[in-house]
């Protein structure tokens, strides 16, 4: 199994993936997206990061770190033995994209997007109970996440999806089996709004096939202050399926754009 990487969704910003987007995302061209965020894993390590959120409660000393870099890969390793501060579950995440001494504001009335490249081993399966991902998050302590990237049991079949919490608004669910222990393109796009003044796209890749290309319109995603994203792994030790293991994900190539 190869962790090498080719290019990702960078150089396909115009055309279909910026096609039959709600609102102002419908009249983007690549000019539009301005890019605010390129962290290299290589040089950047985990300073492209705003915060590490490795072992928040020290349950594994012995493995860390659990947030790594491994060459161009950003990397998030989860045992089965790890708990967060909460202990009915595990997390290993980054929160927000830092450019040198600061880091993104991503406000009300803005629409922004991230692309990476993203590799989910067969260990890392989806659950009975929450698994994400990828999260957006008000910062601070307590708030509910805003929009959810998940690897969720459905019916049985292992999937992933993205829903918006507020209103539990699924955009969009698709088979991950297939996706297993495979390079996948992710291209994620937010309008950021209260009440119904939001807006999300969802676009996987698998090589030069689109697997899903979602999109939802007035939805709520913004709670107060900022929306600021994280990545890495979440889950519930609430799982029935027998899904828990040791697995890992790597991420890769990671940019962030700004549609001005």
């Keep these: 199994m190869t962790t090498s990487r080719r290019a990702v969704l960078g150089a396909a910003l115009g055309g279909a993936v910026t096609a039959g987007l709600p609102g102002l995302m419908s009249q983007a061209s690549a000019a539009d997206w301005q890019l605010r965020w390129s962290p290299s894993a290589r040089t950047d390590k985990l300073r492209a990061f705003e915060t590490i959120e490795d072992d928040r409660a020290g349950s594994h000393t ?27 579950r595990q997390r290993h995440e980054v929160t927000g994209c830092r450019t040198g001494s600061s880091s993104l504001q991503w406000k009300s009335g803005q629409t922004w997007r991230v692309t990476y490249g993203m590799f989910i081993p067969s260990t890392l399966k989806a659950t009975t109970s929450f698994t994400h991902i990828m999260q957006m998050k008000q910062p601070g302590t307590g708030s509910s996440p805003i929009v959810v990237q998940s690897l969720r049991r459905v019916n049985g079949v292992q999937t992933i999806e993205l829903k918006v ?58 709670l107060a202050d900022r929306v600021r994203p994280k990545w890495g792994i979440y889950r519930s030790l609430g799982d029935s399926s027998g899904s828990l293991q040791n697995c890992h994900m790597l991420l890769t190539n990671m940019r962030g754009y700004q549609l001005v």
Excluded at 174 to 179: F, G, M, S, Y
């Design 165 to 222: 919490v507020s209103g539990d608004v699924l955009v969009g669910r698709t088979n991950l089996e297939p996706l297993h222990n495979k390079w996948i393109d992710v291209d994620f796009q937010i309008r950021i709004g209260n009440g119904t003044a939001g807006s999300v796209r969802w676009i996987l890749k698998n090589g030069g096939t689109t697997v899903i290309d979602a999109s939802k319109s007035g939805v709520d995603t913004f």
């Design 62 to 88: 012995s493995a860390a770190p659990h947030i790594t870099t491994e060459g161009d890969n950003f990397r998030f390793t989860m045992h089965t033995v790890d708990r967060d501060t909460a202990t009915d």
